[in-house]
């Protein structure tokens, strides 16, 4: 079993910054990848970013060049810094561990841009 626990959401003007964290506890020593998901109201959750344990990264085009995700595997933990943010990037941010073909997930942030 992995346990996520998310900080760092809230609100934010467009064309500011915000840096989310996530904490990975339990079974660690077997997630590969950690990624970012989002979910806005009345959509589909989707994939925002995600890094495997070897260092290699994939972004949604809707974000690439603006955030980014990195990864601390001594401590667990993944981030990601979001810059230029946009009103549309407005959603419920949440962290996700694979472990194999188990998904983990977090309880989720509120991550709000302001027009």
């Known amino acids: 079993q992995v346990q996520l626990v998310e900080s760092g959401g809230g609100l934010v003007e467009a064309g500011g910054s915000m840096r989310l964290s996530c904490a990975a506890s339990?079974?660690?020593?077997?997630?590969?990848?950690m990624a970012w998901y989002r979910q806005a109201p009345g959509k589909q959750r989707e994939l925002v970013a995600d890094s495997s344990r070897g260092g290699s990264t994939n972004y949604a085009d809707t974000v690439k060049g603006r955030f980014t995700i990195s990864r601390d595997n001594a401590k667990n933990t993944v981030y990601l810094q979001m810059n230029s943010l946009k009103p549309e990037d407005t959603a419920v941010y949440y962290c996700n561990a694979r472990v194999f073909l188990t998904h983990y997930w977090g309880q989720g942030t509120q991550v709000t841009v302001s027009s």
């Open positions: 339990g079974s660690t020593s077997n997630i590969n990848v």
